[in-house]
């Protein structure tokens, strides 16, 4: 497999439950990074992983927990969502030195009942 | 005032149509300057890369960075169905994460 590969691609889940979100990169790239995106709203970073170091958490509340491994996969852990939590959660890597743009995966749609 | 500001559309256009999308930006500390083109469902996908003022042509698309005015563009030359899709603009300092635009929709009719 070649890119970026997020998994589940949807998941619905009760503000109760726990669950995490999977990304895997195959492009050697040595940062990481979660984004949310909302109907109609810039792409929101939430945090960021250079060299496996967290190094970005922009205010981000705890019911979000990043966990980074290895350089290679990154996940994100969720527990008591709010219904607002609702969004297309999206994973990106990239050279942490090249000054170039990211590679996405497909995302995972989640929706919070 | 918002650090990126891109009219959300949609836009709508013929097929053929040359298309202009644009993003206006107030962070003067940006250097690299990118557009992604996201079809639904699927996450971006990097279309253009420019570092400096100027045009960058790469097929039918261009480019076109204006630091003075702070204002970048996006051509798309005999637009094609297959362009449908929303359209953002990015912008990056340094090692800093990149700052996105909220997206153009676009839709070209067949």
């Known amino acids: 497999e070649t890119g970026v590969t997020q998994t589940p691609r949807h998941l619905v889940m009760g503000m109760t439950n726990k669950k995490s979100l999977k990304c895997e990169q195959h492009?050697?790239?040595?940062?990481m990074y979660w984004y949310k995106q909302s109907a109609k709203k810039p792409l929101e970073l939430m945090f960021v992983?250079?060299?496996?170091?967290?190094?970005e958490n922009n205010s981000v509340p705890s019911r979000f927990s990043p966990e980074c491994p290895n350089s290679s996969h990154l996940f994100l852990h969720l527990h008591t969502l709010q219904p607002e939590d609702s969004a297309l959660y999206l994973c990106?890597?990239?050279?942490?030195?090249?000054?170039?743009?990211?590679?996405f995966g497909s995302g995972t749609r989640l929706t919070v009942v | 005032q918002k650090e990126v500001e891109q009219d959300p559309g949609p836009l709508s256009v013929p097929e053929g149509a040359i298309v202009s999308l644009n993003c206006t930006y107030s962070?003067?500390?940006?250097?690299?300057f990118m557009w992604y083109r996201q079809y639904s469902r699927k996450g971006p996908e990097l279309l253009m890369y420019?570092?400096?003022?100027g045009n960058k042509e790469d097929g039918r698309f261009t480019a076109q960075v204006d630091k003075s005015s702070k204002y970048i563009s996006l051509f798309i030359r005999d637009s094609q169905p297959s362009d449908s899709a929303t359209y953002l603009c990015?912008?990056?300092?340094?090692?800093?994460?990149?700052?996105f635009g909220s997206g153009t929709r676009l839709q070209v009719q067949p």
């Open positions: 990106a890597s990239s050279q942490v030195d090249y000054g170039g743009g990211y590679t």
């Open positions: 492009l050697g790239h040595n940062a």
């Open positions: 992983y250079s060299l496996e170091e967290r190094v």
């Open positions: 962070n003067s500390a940006f250097q690299y």
């Open positions: 420019t570092y400096s003022s």
């Open positions: 990015a912008f990056r300092t340094g090692r800093r994460a990149l700052t």
